[in-house]
């Protein structure tokens, strides 16, 4: 289906098929979590093992990097990410759908929220005025640079994993076309990889930007702090 075309009007707004797909998935990973949490078993299933392993391995990377007090809600926001983005990009796999990470449109609201999430997080750290502090350190004329680093940074997020998931889904549909349905079995198992491999490679930045961003705001607050308590 092409992207331009709405899928269904209401009043005057257009709704296509990557938003409708990603507010699916939403509402389906939200009742899986539900499900998941509340029928948790003495002796775990396989699907269990799974899920408590990846969930460890999510909390390892983030304990490794963030501080303390702000562990938890990062685990809670880049684990979020990482299963979103991580069945979005296999959704293409079901026919008849194109994973909404194909979309450029999707992708930069995941970037923006990753933006917003850096600058969320590090002034809850250390307060707006210490976070602030950081882009006018040493000179103000460095704050021009800054603005222009965030803005490069969250552009460069969302135009990797549109572009690199969009290829991908075109590479699967010339080979369907030119060699039929038995042929792209292998071209399937790389868009498994290359989806799990995007959302990883997703996840990580997020992390790595927002761990960086407390790190930097935290060393600018605590003179700050030292002189408060002196």
Do not use: C
């Amino acid at each position: 289906m092409n992207d331009n075309t709405p899928l269904f009007h209401i009043g005057p707004l257009d709704f296509y098929e990557a938003t409708f797909v990603s507010w699916i998935l939403l509402a389906l990973l939200w009742l899986l979590f539900a499900v998941t949490t509340r029928r948790l078993e003495l002796r775990p299933s396989r699907f269990q093992i799974v899920l408590e392993g990846a969930y460890g391995f999510v909390e390892n990377s983030v304990t490794d990097m963030i501080p303390p007090k702000s562990a938890p809600d990062v685990l809670a926001f880049v684990g979020a990410l990482w299963v979103f983005i991580l069945v979005a990009n296999l959704v293409g796999l079901i026919p008849g759908l194109t994973s909404p990470t194909g979309n450029l449109s999707v992708t930069s609201a995941l970037a923006l929220i990753v933006f917003f999430a850096v600058h969320w997080f590090g002034i809850r750290e250390v307060g707006w005025k210490a976070y602030l502090k950081h882009y006018v350190t040493p000179t103000p004329f460095l704050l021009p640079f800054e603005i222009v680093s965030e803005l490069s940074r969250t552009v460069a997020l969302a135009l990797r994993l549109f572009g690199n998931m969009m290829s991908l889904e075109l590479a699967l549909l010339i080979v369907v076309l030119l060699a039929g349905l038995i042929v792209p079995v292998p071209i399937l198992m790389l868009h498994v990889v290359e989806g799990v491999v995007q959302a990883y490679i997703f996840g990580m930045l997020a992390l790595v930007y927002i761990a960086s961003g407390l790190e930097v705001h935290q060393s600018a607050g605590e003179p700050d702090e030292k002189e408060s308590t002196t």
